[in-house]
Antibody
Framework: QVQLVESGGGVVQPGMSLRLSCAPS????????MHWVRQAPGKGLEWVAA????????DHADSVKGRFTISRDNSKNTLYLQMNSLRAEDAAVYYC?????????????WGQGTLVTVSS | DIQMTQSPSFVSASVGDRVTITCRAS??????LVWYQQKPGKAPKLLIY???SLQSGVPSRFSGGGSGTEFTLTISSLQPEDFATYYC?????????FGGGTKVEMK
């Protein structure tokens, strides 16, 4: 069955960096687009970034553009989110999600999430 | 960016009730409306995609409808396991955007 397992979350100070990883299993990773979605404590869902199945295109939310970078290594079956210059407002649970690859963007499988805390 | 507005923000209902949640988009969507269910401490779960297509394994008491800028999620007969928060999402274009959520609480 499809599983997405995130790792790399933790407590960091403002201005520091963190790299999240996501290890999918149960399907052919290189055939699907992937995204990161986050949820601040007690708040709603916010899309963060997307990457096409082959890594040829990527896009980021304005709130993280220039600070976060989504990437993937299809040879290692791994999705990444490099987060630099972290701010207090970046504190959230970060979910790795799969896009089934239809004409629309949506998410059929979600990881369990990894918590990022930004605090001095 | 396409703004998504959900209403109501809270619903107080009993087992067996029919519950309808509305989602309005700031511009027309091409059937790209999606609904998720989230329970406390858990990741969201896909319920409905392409406005009205039920995800595999989702009970038939859930249904989606609408077009253009107004969409609905209906639970025909609320069950105990349906008390949760529901989010709509547009997938027409990036950035993907979500509604603010509707919490369905027990009356």
């Amino acid at each position: 069955q499809v599983q997405l397992v995130e790792s790399g979350g933790g407590v960091v100070q403002p201005g520091m960096s963190l790299r999240l990883s996501c290890a999918p299993s149960g399907y052919t990773f290189s055939s699907y687009g992937m995204h990161w979605v986050r949820q601040a404590p007690g708040k709603g869902l916010e899309w963060v970034a997307a990457i096409w199945f082959d890594g040829s295109k990527r896009d980021h939310a304005d709130s993280v553009k220039g600070r976060f970078t989504i990437s993937r290594d299809n040879s290692k079956n791994t999705l990444y989110l490099q987060m630099n210059s972290l701010r207090a407002e970046d504190a959230a649970v970060y979910y790795c999600v799969r896009d089934p690859g239809t004409q629309f963007f949506y998410f059929d499988y979600w990881g369990q999430g990894t918590l990022v805390t930004v605090s001095s | 960016d396409i703004q998504m507005t959900q209403s109501p923000s809270f619903v107080s209902a009993s087992v067996g009730d029919r519950v309808t949640i509305t989602c309005r988009a700031s511009q027309g969507l091409s059937s790209s409306l999606v609904w998720y269910q989230q329970k406390p401490g858990k990741a969201p779960k896909l319920l409905i995609y392409a406005t009205s297509s039920l995800q595999s394994g989702v009970p038939s008491r859930f249904s989606g409808g609408g077009s253009g800028t107004e969409f609905t999620l209906t639970i025909s007969s609320l069950q105990p396991e349906d008390f949760a928060t529901y989010y709509c999402q547009q997938g027409n274009s990036l950035p993907v955007t979500f509604g603010g959520g509707t919490k369905v609480e027990m009356k």
